[in-house]
T-cell receptor
Framework: DADVTQTPRNRITKTGKRIMLECSQTKGHDRMYWYRQDPGLGLRLIYYSFDVKDINKGEISDGYSVSRQAQAKFSLSLESAIPNQTALYFC?????????FGPGTRLTVT | GQQLNQSPQSMFIQEGEDVSMNCTSSSIFNTWLWYKQEPGEGPVLLIA?????ELTSNGRLTAQFGITRKDSFLNISASIPSDVGIYFCAGQLDSGGSNYKLTFGKGTLLTVNP
């Protein structure tokens, strides 16, 4: 079984809808991250959490919110989706310097 | 924010050829990581480097942590079709407040012709 899982793997939604992307990990790591990937732009950090009580904004947090429900769970929400939030979204976890990624969620906002 | 310049952006090579790619930064990093991403998947860690000058291998892959701590190189020897993918470098800053955050390069797209 995968150490980092993401649901859903694919999602199409309409402008203005609220959606949540979920991430779960079995690695026992304290640190979790949400990234966004766009063609030609690499991976950009949206939010990160160093433990259950710690939430920090990344470089592109506007339009997003997160919740760290437990050590193993970190969810990303788009309160009112817009088309330029169409992208690949990755969750990652870390217990040291290295980060381990989930398989990603492909989100399309129409 | 910090930027990593990764080059080349893309490479088209013949099976059996060697490949080199690199990342440079204006900032000093205390850790360099190299990832590979295949279509429809998340990035997978290939090699981690922790000391300036360090040279580390993983099968046909070899990566080096530059002496200046501002660059890193990845070499792939005797390429095969399954090497196809996007390769990303990532650096971790040498700064207490930024510990455990990575800065990513924009990736090198590798295509291997059989």
């Amino acid at each position: 079984d995968a150490d980092v899982t993401q649901t859903p793997r694919n999602r199409i939604t309409k402008t203005g809808k609220r959606i949540m992307l979920e991430c779960s990990q079995t690695k026992g790591h304290d640190r979790m991250y949400w990234y966004r990937q766009d063609p030609g732009l690499g991976l950009r950090l949206i939010y990160y959490s160093f433990d259950v009580k710690d939430i920090n904004k990344g470089e592109i947090s506007d339009g997003y919110s997160v919740s760290r429900q437990a050590q193993a769970k970190f969810s990303l929400s788009l309160e009112s989706a817009i088309p330029n939030q169409t992208a690949l979204y990755f969750c990652a976890t870390s217990g040291g310097h290295e980060q381990y990624f989930g398989p990603g969620t492909r989100l399309t906002v129409t | 924010g910090q930027q990593l310049n990764q080059s080349p952006q893309s490479m088209f090579i013949q099976e059996g050829e060697d490949v080199s790619m690199n990342c440079t930064s204006s900032s000093i990093f205390n850790t360099w990581l190299w990832y590979k991403q295949e279509p429809g998947e998340g990035p997978v860690l290939l090699i981690a480097l922790y000391k300036a000058g360090e040279l580390t291998s993983n099968g046909r892959l070899t990566a080096q942590f530059g002496i200046t701590r501002k660059d890193s190189f990845l070499n792939i020897s005797a390429s095969i079709p399954s090497d196809v993918g996007i390769y990303f470098c990532a650096g971790q800053l040498d700064s207490g407040g930024s510990n455990y955050k990575l800065t990513f390069g924009k990736g090198t797209l590798l295509t291997v012709n059989p």
